[in-house]
């Protein structure tokens, strides 16, 4: 039995996650224990939250030296995805550094373009096995008022504002900024292409 766990901290919205990954037949274990998370077979790490307030729990409970350690597939989601990158301007903080870029904030230029953008958006230039089996410009849902701009570590880009990362891969870490597990079929297929990776 694959065992998969879920990174235990205080973001919000971990349990839609769970309830996706049962959909799946999966049986996901909630844990900020080291030994839970490196000895299991897929590792999540969602949420929402604020970039500050989450990384500074991270660091407390030294979770954020066990991900950055993480040797199995790890899937970050929304917060999750820009925790994994070096740096957030929301609040100047300074995250785990797995992919080299910073994150920013949206400046809207026109008066319809609302911040949080929140809403169901395309894929576009999809790469990587996390895409297998869905067509160009598919739709998932976002929530967020930051962003990845575009990078050599984009397998996914979107476009509000301007186009960004959807989602990101370097070596066993994958990040995706919308949430899969609220995004109906498509994001099933995600999260089940990342537990078959």
Not at 3 to 20: D, E, F, L, P
Not at 76 to 95: A, F, M, P
Not at 170 to 197: M, R, W
């Amino acid at each position: 039995m694959m065992k998969i766990a879920i990174v235990k901290y205080n973001a919000g919205n971990i349990y839609s996650v769970v309830n996706a990954l049962h959909r799946l037949g999966a049986e996901p274990m909630i844990t900020d224990k080291a030994e839970e998370l490196m000895g299991a077979d897929r590792i999540l790490f969602p949420g929402q939250g604020e970039a500050r307030s989450t990384m500074s729990f991270l660091k407390e409970h030294g979770l954020d030296n066990v991900i950055r350690e993480l040797k199995q597939p790890v899937l970050g989601i929304c917060i999750g995805q820009q925790l994994l990158c070096r740096y957030s301007e929301e609040y100047n903080t300074d995250c785990i550094g797995i992919f080299p870029v910073n994150v920013k904030r949206f400046c809207p230029q026109k008066h319809e373009e609302k911040v949080p953008a929140m809403g169901w958006n395309a894929l576009y230039d999809m790469r990587t096995s996390l895409f297998n089996g869905l067509l160009e410009e598919e739709y998932v849902y976002f929530i967020h008022s930051y962003y990845v701009p575009l990078c050599e570590y984009t397998i996914a880009t979107t476009d509000y504002i301007q186009p960004y990362s959807a989602a990101l891969h370097k070596d066993n870490f994958y990040a995706t900024q919308f949430h899969p597990e609220k995004s109906g079929d498509v994001g099933e297929k995600i999260l089940k292409n990342f537990l078959e990776l």
